[in-house]
């Protein structure tokens, strides 16, 4: 009889403590949230090929390129594309360079995104502007393309335009007709010799997505 008096009140007290127990969440599910909400796409625009390297329109592989430079971390081949890793601050920024050439960006954007399970707010897209004199920052968190081929794909890829988008301002500098010549052309030598200071800017904008958060770098680093 005492046995199953003492059994009755062992089992009431452990009913009475699992009710009161908060839902377990496992290690590996906390870092998955983590690892979510803390890792950003960086998106570089531009063309491969030894000819493309140092022409205004890839300024987008030339900014992830000076960061990982930077930062030590390198660039592997990967599906559609090259990636570096760079952690900073508990976040991680996944730095792609796609290789689909600028007019299919998206098809890489798309799949990277999908990938490392990356929120749309979380993307960055690095890109040339002809509309903005060289040098000059512009960050938005969405528009148009504004006729660039590599923002064209993406919004299609995508079907939105509501991601975040870093223009570097390359100016209009050319003579009727020659626009692409001019774009697909190299700096010349005032903006070789600039280039360092913008790219350092550059870099430290990267970061501040990431850790700062979109409103706060707007506010910081645009028309600079």
Same mark, same amino acid.
Not at 60 to 68: M, N, P, S
Not at 204 to 213: D, P, V
């Given at each position: 009889?005492?046995? &199953?008096?003492?059994?009755?009140?062992?089992?009431?007290?452990?009913?009475?403590?699992?009710?009161?127990?908060?839902?377990?969440?496992?290690?590996?599910? /906390?870092?998955?949230?983590?690892?979510?909400?803390?890792?950003?796409?960086?998106?570089?625009? #531009?063309?491969?090929?030894?000819?493309? +390297?140092?022409?205004?329109?890839?300024?987008?592989? *030339?900014? +992830? =390129?000076?960061?990982?430079?930077?930062?030590?971390?390198?660039?592997?081949? +990967?599906?559609?594309?090259?990636?570096?890793?760079?952690?900073?601050?508990?976040?991680?920024? !996944?730095?792609?360079?796609?290789?689909?050439?600028?007019?299919? %960006?998206?098809?890489?954007?798309?799949? &990277?995104? @999908?990938?490392?399970?990356?929120?749309?707010?979380?993307?960055?897209?690095?890109?040339?502007?002809?509309?903005?004199?060289?040098?000059?920052?512009?960050?938005?968190? *969405?528009?148009?393309? #504004?006729?660039?081929?590599? !923002?064209?794909?993406?919004?299609?890829?995508?079907?939105?335009?509501?991601?975040?988008?870093?223009?570097?301002?390359? %100016?209009?500098?050319?003579? /009727?007709?020659?626009? +692409? =010549?001019?774009?697909?052309? =190299?700096?010349? @030598?005032?903006?070789?010799?600039?280039?360092?200071?913008?790219?350092?800017?550059?870099?430290?904008?990267? *970061?501040?997505? #990431?850790?700062?958060? !979109?409103?706060?770098?707007?506010?910081?680093?645009?028309?600079?």
């Amino acid at each position: 009889m005492i046995k &199953w008096i003492s059994n009755l009140f062992s089992s009431t007290k452990t009913e009475d403590n699992t009710d009161c127990m908060k839902p377990e969440v496992h290690e590996h599910q /906390k870092n998955n949230i983590e690892s979510v909400s803390n890792k950003f796409l960086i998106v570089g625009l #531009g063309n491969i090929g030894a000819e493309y +390297v140092n022409t205004r329109h890839n300024i987008g592989f *030339k900014i +992830v =390129d000076f960061l990982a430079r930077k930062e030590g971390v390198s660039f592997e081949t +990967v599906k559609l594309g090259s990636l570096a890793e760079y952690k900073f601050k508990g976040r991680t920024f !996944l730095l792609l360079k796609p290789n689909t050439y600028m007019n299919l %960006s998206g098809k890489a954007v798309q799949y &990277w995104m @999908d990938k490392e399970n990356i929120p749309l707010e979380n993307i960055l897209v690095i890109t040339d502007d002809l509309n903005l004199s060289f040098g000059t920052i512009r960050i938005k968190p *969405k528009g148009s393309d #504004g006729g660039h081929n590599g !923002l064209k794909n993406i919004n299609l890829a995508l079907n939105t335009q509501n991601y975040t988008r870093f223009r570097f301002g390359i %100016s209009d500098e050319f003579k /009727k007709g020659k626009q +692409v =010549d001019y774009v697909l052309g =190299d700096w010349d @030598d005032a903006e070789k010799a600039a280039l360092p200071e913008r790219l350092e800017l550059a870099s430290e904008i990267i *970061k501040s997505f #990431g850790t700062a958060g !979109l409103e706060n770098t707007m506010t910081t680093f645009n028309g600079k």
